[in-house]
């Protein structure tokens, strides 16, 4: 997916995270708050078009820096490209070569620049997920196995990246 957005303008990534958000989000306040209908959706519709809003803007941002990274490949090839930094055999190419190692490097940085404020927020929503399960409802518990999840990637991700960096580079 990330492939065929990578051009796509700012709305059609906000609507491709903020839907899904809303979605989870109605879910979430209907089933798990009990809210009434109308509420759990007017308050779906709020919260995914906000999420859906920042997360456009900064996909964009994101995505224009990836596109600096694989550089002048023609359009046809760049979705080998990214395929390839991500995983699979090392393109024959060197061409292509160059330019999926020139993503992961970039990708690399981008983790080690975020690593700190990444794993501060992750920390804060583990907390209070672990506070709201124990005060409020085991269905946080959820949350909690998320955050985990996202907390162990994010952890794993730098060697990975350095891994996949040195096949393309060998």
């Known amino acids: 997916?990330?492939?065929?957005?990578?051009?796509?303008?700012?709305w059609v990534l906000a609507l491709t995270t903020g839907v899904p958000f809303g979605t989870f989000m109605a879910v979430f306040n209907i089933v798990v708050d009990d809210d009434p209908l109308q509420r759990g959706?007017?308050?779906?519709?709020?919260?995914?078009?906000f999420f859906g809003t920042f997360m456009g803007l900064f996909l964009m941002r994101v995505n224009r820096r990836t596109r600096v990274a694989v550089g002048d490949v023609a359009p046809d090839r760049r979705v080998a490209v990214?395929?390839?930094a991500a995983k699979g055999p090392v393109p024959e190419d060197p061409a292509e070569r160059a330019a999926a190692a020139r993503l992961v490097a970039h990708q690399l940085e981008e983790t080690r620049r975020n690593r700190?404020?990444?794993?501060g927020v992750t920390?804060?929503?583990l907390l209070l997920g672990g506070w709201l399960a124990v005060t409020s409802s085991p269905w946080w518990w959820c949350w909690v196995?998320?955050?985990?999840?996202?907390?162990?990637?994010?952890?794993?991700?730098?060697?990975?990246?350095h891994g996949r960096l040195a096949e393309l580079q060998a």
Not at 41 to 49: L, R
Not at 145 to 161: E, K
């Open 1 to 10: 997916m990330r492939t065929r957005l990578l051009d796509a303008p700012w």
């Open 41 to 49: 959706i007017f308050a779906a519709a709020v919260g995914g078009a």
């Open 82 to 84: 990214l395929r390839s």
């Open 116 to 119: 700190w404020w990444t794993l």
């Open 123 to 125: 920390a804060a929503f």
């Open 145 to 161: 196995a998320m955050w985990c999840a996202l907390l162990g990637w994010s952890l794993v991700l730098p060697a990975r990246l």
